[in-house]
Structure formats: structure tokens, C-alpha cells
């Protein structure tokens, strides 16, 4: 009899388990998650990620009814929105990656990050391709994970202090392509983590002694195509792990005494298509990890015999023929180390 009642039981319990005939076993199907009209969302089932895709739409405005919750990454590029809000992008807690680029953006107001404060995911901020000709004090303060900033192809004229002083983790700063004439003494301090800084195609003409000032991590300085007409000893002082400077298509002149002091991990100096006439005895002393020189489109006046002393890492350097030479004299430069010479 014992046996018996077990048995009724296991019967019992088993058909409390079994799958109703009319689903089949099959799991309720799951709504699809909301995206905003005209654009498209992708949404990834293991980590929960949600992606939003909104490019070339012809959007004014940027779209308000996107989910918010779960949203990691927005692109909204090559649309024409015009303004931003100051409260469009709150309550995005997850928000890492944002892409504004191509439209017309002429203004941001300066509170629009602030409701950043709390997200802690944001690490690429793309602002590429606007029209934006001003930087508010602070317009980024709330952005403190940050880790690449492109405002390439904009409208900026000044890059002013304290506009990236509170991100203290940016490696990438894009301002390539403004319309950029000063930088102003001490822009960059704060920025202890920046490694890329890219100012190529602006109309800069100066570099100020403190310009650079604080960059202790930066590894490669772009300034091609500018209007420099000459370099300050000191100017790159505090720039000790820079291993790639940029400086083709400029104004230089002259190259005086020590203007690259502090670059002791320098491996690439670009100095091709300036207006050099001279350099000095000590214009490269210290630069001992020098590799690679590229000194084409310049003819000089003055060339000391030992210019290139100390350079024991140099393999390559880039020279005018026609300009090695001075008349009726040996050629100007003297090496006692393997050198690739690369005349043009």
C-alpha cells in the first residue's frame, strides 16, 4: 500500500510539470523593444546593449525618443540638426560612445553635459564636421570618463583655458581643420592622460612657452599646416615622452639653440616644406631616441659641421640635394654613423 501511494504521487507531480498542449513548451514571445521613428536599433541579448543608429536621416534636432535606459552608443551623423538642448541626453546612464559628426551645429549650450556628472560609460564624444566657432569655459566638466574628444573640421578660432581642464582621462583630442590662431598659454593643463593631440590645418603662428605645458603623457604632436615662422626653446619642455612631432607645411625660418629640449624619447621630427635657411650647433642636442628627420624643401644658409652630434638612434634623414653642399666647400654635414640619406 506504501508503495502504492508513492507512486500516485509521483504521478501527480510529474503532471504538475508537464508543457500545455496549446503553447507547446514554448516561451512567451518578448515585444520588441521601442526605437525611434527613422532610425535603427540594435540590441544585444547577452549584454543588454543597445545601439542606435539614426545617420543621414535629414533630422533637425536630434531624437528625443530614444530608449534610454539601456543605450550605449548613438550615431547621429550627417543629418542637419542645428542646436542641442540642455537635457537631451540625461538619463543616459550607460551612454559611451556619441556621434554628432557632419551636421550643423553651430552652438552647444553650456549646460548640456552637465547631467553627465553621473555617467560614468561616455568615452568617445565625435563633434567632427559642425559649425562651431566657440567653446564655453568648462563646456565638458561633467565628462570626466572621456576618452577621445574630435572636433575636427569646425569654426574654432581660440582654443581658450579651462575648456578640457576637468578630463583628467582624455588620450585623443582631435582640432584638425579649424580656423584656429591662438592657443593660449596653459589650454591644456589638467590633461594628464592625453597622449594624441592633432592641430594640423589651422592658421597658428606662434607657439607660446606654455602652450604645452602639462601634457606629461603626450606621445604625438601634429602641427602641420599652420603659419609658425619660428620656434622657443622651452616651448616643448614638459613633453619628455613625445616620440612623434609634426611640424611640415609651416613658416619656420630658422632653427635656434635647444628649441626641442625635453623631447628625449623624440623618434620622428617633420620639418619638411618650411622656409629653414639655418640651424644651429645645438638645435638637436638631447635628442637621443632621434630616428627619422625629415628636413626636405628647405635650403640652408648655415649648417654646422657636428649639427647632427649625439643623434646615435638617426637612420633616416630627408634633404634637398641641391642643398648639402655649400660652393667650393665639403658638404656641410659629417656623420660617423650609419645614416639612410634621402636627397629629392
Known sequence: MHTIVLLVLWVLGTSLVLPDPDTGGEKPTEEPIPCSKGCTCLHDDYSLELNVYCS????????????????????????????????IFQNTPNLASLSLHNNQLSRIEEKLFTGFHDLHGLRELVLAGNRLAYLQPQLFQGLTELKELDLTGNYLKVIKA??????????KLYLAQNQIVTVVPRAFVGMKSLRWLDLTNNKLSALHDETF???????????????????????FRDLQYLEELRLSYNRIQALGDRIFEGLRHLEVLELEH???????????????????????????????????????????????????????????????????????
Do not use: W
Not at 275 to 300: D, K, P, W, Y
Open 56 to 87: 543621414a536621416r535629414n533630422y533637425t534636432q536630434a531624437p528625443s525618443d530614444v530608449p534610454s535606459s539601456q543605450l550605449v552608443s548613438l550615431d547621429s551623423q550627417r543629418n542637419c540638426i542645428r542646436s542641442l538642448p540642455g537635457s
Open 162 to 171: 579651462n575648456v578640457f581642464m576637468k578630463l583628467p582621462k582624455l588620450q
Open 213 to 235: 605645458l602639462g601634457l606629461h603623457s603626450l606621445h604625438v604632436l601634429r602641427l602641420s599646416n599652420n603659419s609658425i615662422s619660428g620656434l622657443r626653446p622651452r616651448t
Open 274 to 344: 618650411n622656409q629653414v635657411q639655418e640651424a644651429r650647433m645645438g638645435t638637436f642636442m638631447g635628442l637621443s631616441h632621434l630616428a627619422v628627420i625629415n628636413l626636405s624643401g628647405s635650403c640652408f644658409r648655415s649648417l654646422p659641421d657636428q649639427v647632427l652630434k649625439g643623434l646615435s638612434k638617426l637612420h633616416s634623414l630627408h634633404l634637398d640635394k641641391g642643398c648639402l653642399t655649400r660652393p667650393n666647400e665639403k658638404p656641410v654635414i659629417c656623420m660617423n654613423f650609419a645614416t639612410y640619406l634621402v636627397f629629392y
